[in-house]
């Protein structure tokens, strides 16, 4: 997790650094570059360290239209992480709100794509760019209808599933997909409804109660990958999420 700093160009701040540059997150929203930075002090060698930097992706449509409906599950995750970690997603870049903070001393960048969900490549692309954050610290949060309502998965890489979000993302990433993805189940239209207006259907009132308890859950699994990356922990994650709904 940890590299000697060699790209002075691209950094982000730490939350304890951007108390001293309020400047750079207004109140209102605004197209602007950022440049954002943490990193450690000094070690005995003299050696100055920087934490690569996390971007998390929650894709979805804008707009109040799509608020809560199944296929925006990806910005209510970003939504909740950025509650949890104090951040403010007040920033337009990339044809995308974002908010950057960190976790621990991990600086992260929140993004939520503005470009409707066939399109948001057009958005994490670029980012990804500007930012140099290499494949293996890109986040997609998307919904996922092969997974029974509430239940997450976290996986380091895989294809798009006929995810036309995750399509655009691979198609603006060179068509590279080794890059890890936290999806959230949704479930399986019933009977023979159709699937577009499935996915822009809001959630009953079960249903949203099940996907509030797995996004507080999601929160946790994030802070443990941008913490200690895919580790024995997630794979227990994954089993605990996989069997949460079966009864014994």
């Known amino acids: ?63 109040n239209k799509y608020h809560g409906t199944r296929h925006n599950v990806g910005f209510d995750m970003i939504d909740s992480i950025a509650q949890a970690q104090g951040i403010l997603m007040n920033t337009i870049q990339s044809k995308a709100l974002i908010g950057i903070g960190s976790i621990g001393e991990v600086p992260i960048l929140l993004a939520k794509p503005q470009t409707y969900m066939n399109f948001c490549g057009e958005s994490v692309g670029p980012l990804a760019v500007h930012y140099q954050i290499p494949l293996r610290h890109i986040l997609l949060v998307y919904d996922e209808m092969s997974l029974p309502n509430g239940v997450l998965r976290l ?22 997909r080794e890059f890890p993805r936290l999806c959230i189940g949704i479930g399986n239209p019933p009977g023979t409804m159709d699937i577009k207006a499935f996915l822009l259907q809001k959630f009953s009132s079960v249903e949203r109660k099940q996907i509030d ?21 997630v794979d227990r994650f994954n089993l605990t999420q996989k069997y949460k709904y079966h009864k014994v």
């Open 1 to 63: 997790m940890l590299y000697a700093a060699s790209v002075p160009s691209v950094c982000l701040f730490s939350n304890s650094s951007i108390a001293h540059f309020p400047s750079r997150f207004p109140k209102r929203l605004v197209p602007t570059r950022l440049s954002v930075r943490a990193s450690l002090p000094d070690n005995d060698n003299g050696v100055k360290v920087e934490y690569t930097p996390w971007l998390i992706v929650g894709l979805g449509n804008p707009g």
């Open 213 to 233: 308890a797995a996004l507080e859950q999601g929160v946790e699994a994030v802070r443990t990958l941008a913490l200690k990356g895919f580790s024995k922990g």
């Open 155 to 176: 996986q380091p890489k895989g294809g798009h599933g006929h995810h036309n979000g995750v399509k655009s993302v691979m198609g603006h990433l060179d068509g590279r």
